[in-house]
């Protein structure tokens, strides 16, 4: 785990072992399998935001010749109100179900209440027709202050608040109340010489994955029944279908196709229950594919916030206290990741008293789904926000004042903990000797940084690695690959056993070839999976040597292996792995090396980005002039790749800060439901995104990785939000900053 | 009632059956099984359904199966020679050009027909040209890098 | 002996902030909390992550730590 190990295949930057298939059009995603005899499935949705159900009629679809089935919530057996049981686990399967298949209310435009399975998608589309719903309409509740205030319309009427000192004893909209602290910031406040306190608001957001959820099942009643579709985690599908459906998991295969994009939004179900209910009814094989149209009416959004912040500082730049409240919206279902957003908001900051408190606020939108760093970005835009306009008051320098109150290993945070090694000192002077940083700003424009953290997590992976008798092998491991994890995997085998990484083929398996492997997100593949990968090559190098020692008839303790060859330390002889594998026949059989493991020690990752941004003052365009993003990787297995994620995530947030946001009218209809009008970066919106991987190893894994795929979408928000401050003169507290409310803020101010 | 329509696809005579509404797109798709091109949207706004028709880059969930009759079709399917991949091909690979690789089909599509209309462009020239094609996955950057790559070598008449 | 401290939320169902235990493990851990603390069970502390010197372990069953330990209860992290 030093740094200055030598890797030979560590670090390269090496085609993707699936790269031909993708760029010939042969790889397959969620919508591109087709079964013999198959139908096609489709949704009805909720045409009003909020209103109960009071008659649901779909006897005169059910008898119309081109249907094969129909499923409503009723077609959930074990989702029962008098079989559960109370508790968290149990609720949450209720929301999946109600969300799936809407039960007594429809609690969002869109929300799914029954499903047709036609001969063709026209025909399921046109029986959506024959099903008859009677709706009591209600007022929707479409923002926080609406959701909270007194007298408002409630969702849930079994929604008490958790977590109150006093236990809520009358129903509303918010699920959950949460606080964190640390020292105590009235002293702090009292020690300040300079203040900031703003509040702030960022609006819902899509994932914007390009590839619409997907699926195509075949229920089986003499064997497994098949679910093939595009997700971050199949077998968390096959969990939650086995629950909604009471099932086995044995009863079910998931097998993940490729995934066009997921972001956190393709870990949970939509889709694969409903056509499961439907081939099993039928006794056919059912296609679905939700629109771009139900992508948004319907998928999981990232939860809007709004935020106060306050900061108090000494004018040397000691930071103090820092606070905060933070609402975030659930959407229809409670479970907004206020908590990881409250955990998250002050961490890059090593600073004695802290206080945030959280809420978990139900609307009538659609049910809020992981987006990258779920709660992070939310969170440390406001705070990120705050200090830059502290370092202003101050008048320091942003990475100045950032460097004298760093967190580093030993700094507490505030949900208790405290850090070990981390990378935050580093990639601030990496930005501060940056060639962005030290460029002179374009007149017109402004310049903004931010600072970012992601836990990272470790978790459940399980890989085989079979060899042939000539010495190539496979990789068998299940970790949907969302961005060229593959690659990775195919490169620390590889490194490890000491063979060209081609000679290697890594496959994701289908949920009944390999053993459990946890979702592909938290940043973990790389780390988690490239762990187990690592750990089953090492259990073939045993292997090997024991194998060479029976070729030599020696013991496997006078066999060393090292770069690819067996030495018999008692002679001159050496056995390549090949040779080995090529003789395994007679010494035992072939060979597989396996590890299932639970991985622990993640390490955090911390990012710094860097913007400059010019603003237009006759139309409010903004023009992002340069943008520079700086994380800490712990070890870039494949350079490529972990730009790329840099970049990916930087340009998320782009989006988020200066036009992404969903646009509600007053009845709660999304009214931009496409990517004409939900405006995700263009390649023409923007320049080269720079990158800095900056590599402090995490010392728990073999190889210093840390996860990196989440944190680069946090810092954007306010190295954007801060550059368009500079650029215009003015505070902004509010995103996105689309040119329509800029020119409004320029406007207004004369 | 469908309509039967006639084209040459990727240079093969291909014939199929199609209702007046259904979208070239979906014909590819589900009619004669080329799943390379992709649906993102379905109202244009994406490029993942680009491909050449008569030599004109469109997107085929704007254009009906039955406008086809007597065209030319270029899918993604088309472009590299049974192994040997086209430069464009080779350089999105080289430059990790793709992450989640759902939006590549469009873009390799898109920047073939940029290649062949302007051999040199500038930066700014290729991020327009190519601004229907959505990524949410790479940010664009190495994409831009791999088409510019591809531009050289082409021009150098590889 | 190892200290377990509780975040604000779990201060409320315990009454305290921190608690030395004698614990190694935290299969003992849990069989302690029941015996030393009201309201263990509806805390669900099985359903947490356990940060055991900063390090988070999200599945703890197996974890062990030593007499100067510091742990700390906190949600689990989803994935993004």
């Known amino acids: ?750 | 009632m469908k309509t039967h329509v006639s084209t040459t696809l990727n240079g093969d005579a291909v014939e199929f059956l199609c209702t007046p509404s259904e979208t070239l797109l979906h014909v590819l798709r589900n009619e004669i099984g080329l799943t390379g091109t992709k649906e993102g949207c379905g109202s244009g706004d994406c490029g993942a359904c680009s491909v050449m028709l008569d030599g004109a880059l469109v997107c085929s969930c704007l254009v009906l199966g039955v406008e086809a009759e007597g065209s030319q079709i270029e899918t993604v399917e088309g472009i590299a020679h049974q192994d040997k991949l086209h430069v464009i091909q080779e350089k999105f690979l080289e430059h990790a050009a793709l992450q989640c690789g759902i939006c590549t089909p469009g873009l390799i599509v898109s920047t073939k027909a940029l290649l062949e209309e302007n051999p040199q462009p500038t930066e700014e020239e290729a991020r327009y040209y190519l601004a229907g094609n959505l990524c949410r996955c790479t940010g664009y950057d190495k994409i831009i890098k791999a088409v510019m790559d591809a531009a050289d070598v082409m021009r150098q008449g590889a | ?80």
């Not at chain 1, 608001?201 to 914007?208: A, D, K, L, N």
């Open chain 1, 1 to 750: 785990m030093s740094e200055a190990r030598e890797y030979q295949h560590i670090g390269q930057r090496t085609i993707r072992p699936d790269g031909f298939d993708k760029v010939t059009g042969k790889a397959n995603y969620g919508a591109d399998l087709s079964l013999p005899g198959m139908i096609w499935g489709a949704i009805l949705r909720s045409p009003h935001a909020h209103a109960k159900i009071t008659a649901l009629d779909v006897s005169q679809a059910e008898a119309h010749p081109d249907v094969f089935a129909v499923a409503t919530y009723q077609d959930f057996p074990s989702v029962n109100a008098e079989a559960l049981a109370a508790g968290t686990a149990r609720k949450d399967l209720v929301d999946t179900a109600a969300n799936v298949l809407a039960d007594t209310k429809v609690l969002y435009h869109g929300h799914a209440i029954a499903a047709v399975a036609a001969r063709t998608e026209a025909a399921a589309q046109a029986a959506l027709d024959l099903i008859t719903v009677a709706y009591d309409v209600m007022e929707p509740v479409l923002t926080i202050d609406a959701a909270i205030k007194d007298g408002a319309p409630v969702l849930h009427d079994d929604m008490m608040t958790q977590g109150l000192a006093e236990p809520a004893s009358v129903a509303s909209n918010i699920a959950a109340r949460m606080e964190l602290k640390k020292g105590d910031v009235a002293v702090g406040f009292a020690d300040a010489d300079v203040i900031v306190e703003r509040a702030y608001e960022t609006p819902t957001v899509h994932q914007g994955y390009i590839e619409p959820h997907a699926t195509t099942v075949r229920f089986d009643d003499n064997g497994p029944s098949m679910i093939w579709c595009p997700t971050q985690g199949h077998f968390d599908v096959r969990a939650r279908v086995a629950q909604l459906l009471n099932m086995e998991l044995g009863q079910i295969k998931v097998v993940a196709s490729e995934i066009g994009g997921g972001f956190g939004g393709k870990t949970t179900v939509y889709l694969e229950p409903v056509a499961l209910i439907l081939s099993k009814k039928s006794g056919r094989p059912v296609k679905m594919t939700m629109s771009r149209e139900d992508v948004f009416r319907a998928s999981g959004p990232a939860s809007a916030s709004q935020s106060t912040v306050k900061i108090g500082a000494k004018s040397d730049g000691t930071i103090t206290a820092m606070q905060a409240s933070l609402h975030y919206e659930a959407g229809a279902f409670k479970g907004s990741p206020m908590g990881p957003g409250c955990m998250t908001i002050f961490t890059p900051y090593d600073v004695e008293n802290m206080y945030v408190e959280g809420f978990d606020v139900v609307v009538n939108k659609p049910k809020a789904a992981a987006y990258r760093a779920p709660g992070a970005p939310q969170a440390e835009f406001a705070a990120e926000m705050a200090v830059n306009e502290l370092a202003s008051k101050l008048g320091m320098d942003p990475i100045d004042l950032r460097l004298k109150n760093a967190a580093k290993e030993g700094t507490q945070t505030i949900y208790g903990p405290k850090l070990k090694t981390v990378g935050l000192e580093a990639c601030l002077l990496a930005a501060q000797s940056s060639p962005h940083y030290q460029s002179a700003l374009k007149d017109n424009a402004g310049r903004g940084l931010a600072a970012g953290f992601w836990f990272n997590i470790g978790g459940q992976s399980s890989v085989m690695i079979h060899l042939n008798p000539d010495g190539t092998g496979s990789i068998i491991e299940g970790s949907p690959d969302i961005g060229g994890s593959r690659a990775s995997m195919q490169m620390m085998a590889a490194e490890v056993l000491g063979v060209a990484p081609a000679t290697l083929n890594p496959i994701v398996a289908d949920t009944e070839h390999v053993a459990y492997n946890q979702t592909t997100g938290g940043s973990r593949t790389t780390f988690a999976t490239g762990m187990a990968v690592i750990e089953a090559a090492e259990d073939i190098i045993e292997q090997l040597k024991a194998r060479a020692a029976e070729l030599w008839n020696v013991t496997p303790e006078q066999v060393d292996y090292q770069n690819g060859i067996a030495l018999n330390l008692s002679s001159d002889d050496h056995l390549s792995l090949a040779e080995i594998c090529a003789k395994a026949e007679k010494t035992g059989g072939q060979i597989t090396g396996r590890a299932n493991i639970n991985a622990r020690g993640a390490g955090p990752s911390f990012a710094v980005h860097l913007c400059d941004i010019e603003v237009d003052p006759e139309t409010g365009k903004t023009d992002v002039l340069r943008y520079t993003a700086i994380q800490d990787a712990g070890k870039a297995i494949h350079p490529s790749y972990v730009e790329g994620q840099f970049q990916g995530g930087a340009v998320q947030g782009i989006g988020w800060a200066l036009n992404e946001e969903y646009v509600y009218s007053a009845d709660g209809v999304m009214e931009n439901a496409g990517f004409l009008d939900y405006r995700i970066p263009l390649a023409s919106d923007l320049p080269e995104i720079e990158t800095i991987i900056v590599e402090v190893p995490n010392s728990f894994h073999p190889f210093g990785v840390r996860g990196v795929g989440e944190t680069g979408i946090v810092p954007p928000l306010a190295a954007v939000g801060t550059a368009v401050s500079e650029a215009i003169g003015l505070p902004v507290t509010s995103l996105p900053c689309s040119p329509p409310k800029l020119l409004k803020m320029i406007m207004e101010q004369g």
């Open chain 3, 1 to 80: 002996m190892a200290v377990v401290f509780f975040s604000s939320e779990l201060e409320n169902f315990f009454s305290c902030e921190q608690l030395q235990v004698t614990a190694v493990n935290y299969r003992e851990l849990l069989v302690e909390l029941r015996e030393r603390l009201p309201n263990v069970a509806d805390a669900n502390l099985e359903a947490l992550a356990l940060v055991i010197d900063g390090e988070i372990v999200q599945e703890p069953f197996l974890a062990t730590f030593d007499p100067a330990s510091e742990l700390h209860f906190i949600q689990k992290i989803a994935a993004g």
